[in-house]
């Protein structure tokens, strides 16, 4: 396979989706304390009046980072978290086998890019989410089914897989051209998919950048990310491997 060409761009003029022109909505929750003109020549009023303004910008400020921490987990089904944390299931905290709940899926499965229920696309980024849906539905039109191989994973399945790998490369520095950690996965922050069939990542390779769909690795032709600016630009060249990859380091 010829890996050094470019992925076709096929720009569509005027067709920016709407998530890329969304800033992610107004973050802005400060409270404001407003112009407080009336002012008290009393030492002691003053003071009181100063600790309440104080007081409700400390509570104000508490709730906008709140909000803002919320409003940036991903949206579950019907809004409510889905059952497990980011840590993973109990039986895969314990070393055990990964679980649906992990985002488990087996080896030649795959779900659903609209699959809810799957915590392995339930818990991906949401932005992403609509872009592998775009991309789905165009897809459908030349034939192809455009399914989750691996999404959101929970850290330990992400350790459960790095051991795998360990086992499976015989060194660990080999299972780092393949698998992350948990702390540098870009599953685990719910910002990467595995695409299956392989018929379904080969064209998103050609497509994808339309939708913001890019490959990362060059030995990973499965392996996509958002990466809004390739509906204009095109994708970004590829790293060779994770370990090319900045963010894998640390
Ligand atoms: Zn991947």
Known sequence: MDTTTRPSTSLRPG???????????????????????????????RLLVTLLVVGT??????????????ASRPDY???VAVAGDDEG???????????????????GDSVAVSDMSA??????DPALREALQRA?????????????GSGWRSK?????LLREAVRTYGSAEE??????????????????????????????HRHGAEFGLCRTYDNEPWHFELSPSAVEAGCPAMFRDPTEDPRMQG
Do not use: M, N
């Open 77 to 79: 089904p019907g809004g």
């Open 156 to 160: 330990a399945y992400q350790s459960w």
């Open 119 to 124: 915590p392995a696309v339930a818990r991906l």
């Open 175 to 204: 299972a780092a051209r393949w698998v992350g950690t948990p702390e540098t996965s870009q599953h685990v922050k719910g910002e990467a998919v595995d695409i299956a069939p392989y018929a379904a990542a080969d064209w998103l």
């Open 136 to 148: 789905h539905d165009t897809a459908e039109e030349d034939g192809i089914d455009l399914r989750v």
């Open 15 to 45: 067709i920016a989706p709407e998530w890329i022109l969304d800033p992610g909505g107004p973050a802005d929750g400060q409270c404001r304390a407003g112009d407080r003109r009336a002012r008290s020549r009393r030492p002691l009023f």
């Open 57 to 70: 910008i400390g509570a104000g400020t508490a709730a906008a980072v709140v909000t803002a921490a919320v």
């Open 89 to 107: 299931s109990a039986a895969a905290r314990g070393g055990g086998r990964p679980t649906a709940e992990d985002g488990f899926i087996a080896d």
